[in-house]
Each structure stands twice: as structure tokens, then as C-alpha cells.
């Protein structure tokens, strides 16, 4: 009896091993998969990934090749680019509940930030995009999909270009952003609740730099006009000296 037992066991033990690696061998396609789904369903513009990389034992990751679209009406290919995103959670934490991701980082993103008007940019429109995709915290809860809290994410050497009317495209500096405990207050965040405080602080310092760049420009149309003015000021003034003066 024991020696069934023991034999019962060792095939529980092999298929579970078993089943361990192949989900390890499919999970990069799933989350590939689920980022090229969901993605798009919050911010409203197409998203697409080269390969993901992840191991479910260890709880090492990255995400390769990242990429979000423009909105309908803005010109490029994209509006935002990663190369490399690198992300630690605890071994097989992608089965807990909150999921807890220990640290994502990401260096060297590219944010192109386009501006047809005023009022409105094409980071804006993304960002109303997954606002309206996500429901209030109260139904958010009872909302499908994995709670989410992220220890550390950190993103730096950002480079970004701004183009709008008059300005062209002008590169900006966006400095690091480091946030801490996403999620961690309400015991886990949706994803759309996770998108919304990643890109506003983003957002908000390329906008900065645009806003800073319109008034830059402003200033340097108002100094040409009253340079203008100054200089024909000044040619009146000769003038009238050559009419007084007797020499």
C-alpha cells in the first residue's frame, strides 16, 4: 500500500513539475499576449511588443521593444518607444493575489509629444483614453483582471521631443521619475489605475516643457517686435538730427 502511495506521489510530483514548465514555456507569449490586448482597450491606440522574457521561478523579466502608437490625426509612427523594461517580482508571484512586482525600471524611453493646438497633445488623448477606460475604484474592484502593487518603478534617461505650431520639434529634457508603493494603499491597483499614475507625471513634465517652450517662443516674437520698433525709433531720430544739426 505504501509503495502505491509512494508511486501515487512521485507521478503528482512529476506532473506538477511538468505543468510548472509548460507554463514557464508559454508564459512569455501570454504576457506578450495580454500587453498587445489590453493595452490598447485602456489607452485607445495600438500597442505592440518585439518579445518578453520572464521566468516564473526566478520572477525575472523584461519586455522588449515596447511600443504605443499615435491617435487618429497625429503624425509618426508612435508616440511613446522603450527598448528594454526590466521587471523583479517574488519567485512564482504572478500567481498571488495582489500580483506584488518587486521593481520595474525602464531607461532610455523615447516620448514624442505633438501638439495640433493649444489645448490639446496627442499624450493627452492617451491619457483621457485610459481615464475613460477605467472604471471608478468601487467598481474597479469587481472589475476582471489581476491587482497589481509595485514596489519601486523608476524611469530614466527619458528622451523626449515636442513638436507644435510654430515651434517645431524641439528636443526637452524630462528628469527621472522614480515612484514607490503603487497600489500598496488599496491593497492593489487595476492596470488602468497603474497606467494613470505612471504616464500623469510623465505627461505632466513633457507638457512643462512644451508650455515652457510656447512662452519662450512668445518672448522671443515680443523682443523682435519691440526691436523692431526700437530700431525705427531710432532712424527717426537720426533723421531729425540731420535736419537740426548744421553739419
Do not use: C
Not at 146 to 169: K, M, Y
Not at 224 to 245: H, K, N, P, T, V
Amino acid at each position: 500500500m505504501l509503495r502505491w502511495l509512494g508511486i501515487l506521489v512521485g507521478v503528482i510530483v512529476v506532473l506538477a513539475v511538468i505543468a510548472v514548465v509548460v507554463v514557464t514555456q508559454r508564459l512569455d507569449g501570454w504576457v506578450k499576449d495580454g500587453i498587445e490586448t489590453y493595452g490598447p482597450q485602456y489607452t485607445g491606440v495600438a500597442v505592440t511588443v518585439d518579445s518578453v522574457s520572464l521566468s516564473l521561478l526566478s520572477g525575472r523579466g523584461a519586455i522588449r521593444g515596447l511600443r504605443v502608437a499615435n491617435p487618429d490625426g497625429y503624425d509618426g509612427d508612435y508616440a511613446m518607444q522603450v527598448g528594454r523594461i526590466e521587471i523583479a517580482l517574488r519567485p512564482l508571484g504572478v500567481l498571488d493575489d495582489p500580483v506584488i512586482i518587486d521593481v520595474i525600471e525602464i531607461e532610455g524611453a523615447e516620448v514624442h509629444a505633438q501638439s495640433r493646438d493649444l489645448r490639446d497633445t496627442n499624450l493627452q488623448v492617451i491619457l483621457r483614453n485610459v481615464r475613460a477606460a477605467t472604471p471608478p475604484p468601487a467598481e474597479d474592484e469587481e472589475a476582471a483582471g489581476p491587482q497589481l502593487i509595485i514596489e519601486r518603478f523608476t524611469l530614466t534617461d527619458t528622451e523626449a521631443s515636442v513638436t507644435a505650431a510654430r515651434l517645431g520639434a524641439v528636443a526637452v529634457r524630462v528628469p527621472d521619475i522614480e515612484l514607490t508603493e503603487v497600489g500598496r494603499r488599496s491593497n492593489g491597483a487595476s492596470i488602468g489605475q497603474v497606467l494613470q499614475q505612471v504616464l500623469e507625471p510623465l505627461i505632466a513634465v513633457v507638457l512643462t516643457s512644451m508650455a515652457e517652450g510656447r512662452v519662450r517662443e512668445q518672448l522671443e516674437e515680443r523682443g523682435e517686435e519691440l526691436r523692431g520698433r526700437a530700431e525705427e525709433e531710432a532712424d527717426r531720430l537720426r533723421e531729425r538730427m540731420r535736419q537740426i544739426s548744421p553739419f
